[in-house]
């Protein structure tokens, strides 16, 4: 099982719709939660941070966490094509030593 | 502010020779980490450099070192460069490691032919 998994998509939603998108987490004792977006040839840049249960609201963003499900999401409310891009879902471990363990990505596409 | 700077953005070198990328943390920042992001695949965790000491390293081979300077500023070598080390090197910068954010240089391009 990988560390932390995400579907590879490509995910692909019309410009205006909500696009969800999904990882999942091995480590039970992760504590910080992070979503990146990287758009090709480009280095990530950081859309959100999330540390406790619940959902967290950032402008047209929303990270949810579950740490019993070992699940953190993000939503983009009313998509838009500039939001087309890979994005990276990362957690923070302590296991073996302090790192952070990203996942492969989700590639979205936001049809205008 | 300045953020993370790298160099350089590209860098072309030929099997066995040895290449060193340099990393600016951002002004503030203690903690500098290098990933390597090969084609098409996720960014893989290479080191973590702390207060000038390396406190952790991914898993990769012995031939991949670096070293954080008195002024939070890093240094990445590759010696015996190998095909398969082409790829996008990223170093990222945080405040501290503990929950603080990762925040990343445009990353050097290396090829090795």
């Known amino acids: 099982q990988k560390e932390v998994e995400q579907n590879s998509g490509p995910l692909s939603v019309p410009e205006g719709a909500i696009a969800s998108l999904n990882c999942t987490y091995s480590?039970?004792?992760?504590?910080?939660f992070f979503w990146y977006r990287q758009y090709s040839g480009k280095s990530p840049e950081l859309i959100m941070s999330?540390?406790?249960?619940g959902d967290k609201e950032d402008g047209r963003f929303t990270a949810q966490l579950n740490k019993a499900s070992q699940y953190v999401s993000l939503l983009i409310r009313d998509s838009q094509p500039s939001d087309s891009a890979t994005y990276l879902c990362?957690?923070?471990?302590?296991?073996?030593?302090?790192?952070?363990?990203f996942g492969a990505g989700t590639r979205l596409f936001v049809k205008a | 502010e300045a953020g993370v700077t790298q160099s350089p953005t590209h860098l072309i070198k030929t099997r066995g020779q040895q290449a060193t990328l340099r990393c600016s943390p951002i002004s503030g920042h203690t903690s500098v980490y290098w990933y390597q992001q090969a084609l098409g695949l996720g960014l893989q965790f290479l080191l973590w450099y702390d207060e000038g000491e390396e406190r952790n390293r991914g898993n990769f081979p012995p031939r991949f070192s670096g070293r954080q300077f008195p002024n939070y500023s890093s240094e990445l070598n590759v010696n015996a460069l190998e095909l398969e080390d082409s790829a996008l090197y990223l170093c990222?910068?945080?405040?501290?490691?503990?929950?603080?954010?990762?925040?990343f240089g445009p990353g050097t391009r290396l090829l090795v032919l």
């Open positions: 480590d039970r004792g992760s504590q910080s």
């Open positions: 990362a957690v923070n471990t302590d296991t073996g030593g302090f790192k952070t363990i």
């Open positions: 999330i540390y406790s249960n």
């Open positions: 990222a910068s945080s405040v501290r490691q503990d929950q603080e954010t990762q925040y």
